[in-house]
């Protein structure tokens, strides 16, 4: 168990300006997110881009926003766990105890959620069947490739997480590869690469087809995929895998007793403290009269609530407000000082 | 002006007045319209906005432009009458659209 000043639930640009705050005003903290790396929406919606109203930044892309915050927490020490989602929330005398998805838990009196809209989980089949077979013949990431060596896998998805592993796996698999329209969103090489090889048979391409139904007892056995005429065709598979991007969903902050406003979570704009004491929010997924949602807000939220978690974390020692300008306190903590 | 019916998968019927230059989307969302989301907040984004637009209708509203498709190539069930909803700008001429909401946005 790693204890700690201070929790902070998602990597995008708020938690991480909450984490320099944090450790400014000389706290410890940790981030978990549940995305394989750091950035949240400004590096899996929009890396490329620009934004136009983060003060003093006239013109930035959602990959440097991302870069210049973690550029602004080098100074600083703090410990990031990704692709581990938090799923457990339960007090425990003045701490709360945290626990993730990758076994990791934290003894914490602050946890700070800076989740947008959630965590993001991939978009799945819309035929119920489909569950039925999740995680053992029907995927929606790739761990272990050798499994489909010799077999018949069929991938669904037009972008180039779809494609790529149609062209991977066409070497040594039988593959086929759906998709709802004729254009593809993937790297224009990699779908001439792809053309090439349904021309040559090596992939067997059928567009403007969804999945429409699974069958199979105990491991998959066919599928069937509609076509736009309302035409069906079955195919015998042996896996399924399916790329249709990522949504972001509530997931577990839904069950930790907080006041919730449809996806946002109900909060007081002097600490952003939720109606628990020692959890807040911040950035998009909070909400109190005239919540913007902007990436800037964020910042100011998690500003206030770094200073409302110093009180919960050193209970005999008082708060000074200090400026970076001119405390030597700041500056040695910055690095600028010895 | 327009008068904008939106549809739920359930069959209810919300016809609402939405201001020119809000989007379809921004008329469900302040109309408190259940089965849109709008996670991304009207950028492109997320594709939880997705309706689907009245054969008739289709091809008078404005085309979709680049982008749309590629979102929505991730939507929940999409169709040839596919939208997202934070495109489709309200305009007079759009006055008596009707729009269907997907059962699910994901």
């Known amino acids: 168990m790693k204890k700690t000043d201070a929790l902070i639930i998602g990597a995008g640009p708020t938690g991480l300006f909450t984490a320099h705050q944090l450790k400014l005003i000389g706290l410890d903290c940790e981030i978990v997110d549940n995305l394989d790396k750091i950035g949240g929406q400004c590096i899996e919606l929009y890396p490329d881009k620009p934004i136009y109203d983060i003060p003093a930044v006239p013109e930035c892309t959602g990959e440097e926003l991302t870069n210049n915050l973690l550029n602004q927490l080098k100074p600083f020490d703090v410990k990031f766990h990704l692709s581990e989602r938090v799923e457990e929330v339960k007090k425990e005398d003045n701490n709360w105890l945290v626990k993730t998805s990758g076994g990791n838990s934290f003894l914490t009196p602050n946890v700070i959620i800076a989740g947008g809209v959630g965590s993001f989980e991939p978009r799945k089949f819309s035929p119920k069947e489909c569950e039925k077979f999740e995680n053992k013949s029907l995927f929606y990431s790739v761990k272990d490739k050798n499994i489909f060596k010799g077999k018949t896998v069929s991938i669904f998805g037009g972008g180039d997480s779809a494609l790529d592993w149609a062209i991977e796996l066409s070497k040594e698999s039988n593959v086929n590869l759906i998709h709802r329209r004729d254009e593809f969103r993937g790297a224009q090489a990699t779908v001439d690469k792809m053309q090439a090889l349904v021309k040559d048979g090596k992939i067997n391409l059928f567009t403007k087809y969804q999945m429409a139904n699974v069958y199979g007892e105990k491991t998959l056995e066919s599928i069937d995929i509609k076509h736009d005429n309302d035409e069906i065709k079955n195919l015998k598979t042996e896996y399924v895998l399916g790329f249709f991007g990522l949504i972001m969903q509530l997931g577990p902050i839904a069950n930790w007793g907080l006041n919730l406003n449809k996806k946002t979570i109900e909060v007081d704009t002097e600490k952003f403290e939720t109606n628990q004491k020692g959890i807040y929010a911040v950035g998009d997924i909070c909400n109190y009269p005239g919540k913007l949602k902007l990436i800037l807000s964020g910042f100011h939220e998690g500003a206030l609530a770094a200073r409302a978690c110093f009180k919960l974390a050193r209970p005999n020692e008082k708060y000074r407000f200090e400026f970076t300008t001119t405390s030597t306190n700041l500056l040695k903590r910055l690095g600028k000082k010895e | ?106």
């Open chain 2, 1 to 106: 002006m327009a008068k904008i019916t939106y549809i739920t998968s359930d069959n209810q019927t919300h016809t609402v007045e939405v201001q020119n230059g809000l989007t379809v989307m921004e008329g469900a969302v302040q109309n408190d319209i259940p089965g849109i989301d709008a996670d991304c907040g009207g950028g492109m984004a997320c594709a939880t906005c997705h309706v689907y637009v009245k054969d008739d209708w289709f091809n008078k509203i404005p085309k979709k432009e680049d982008g749309e498709d590629d979102m929505l190539d991730m939507a929940f069930e999409p169709k040839t009458n596919s939208r997202l909803s934070c495109q489709i700008i309200v305009s007079d001429e759009l006055d008596g659209l009707e729009v269907n909401i997907p059962s699910k946005q994901a």
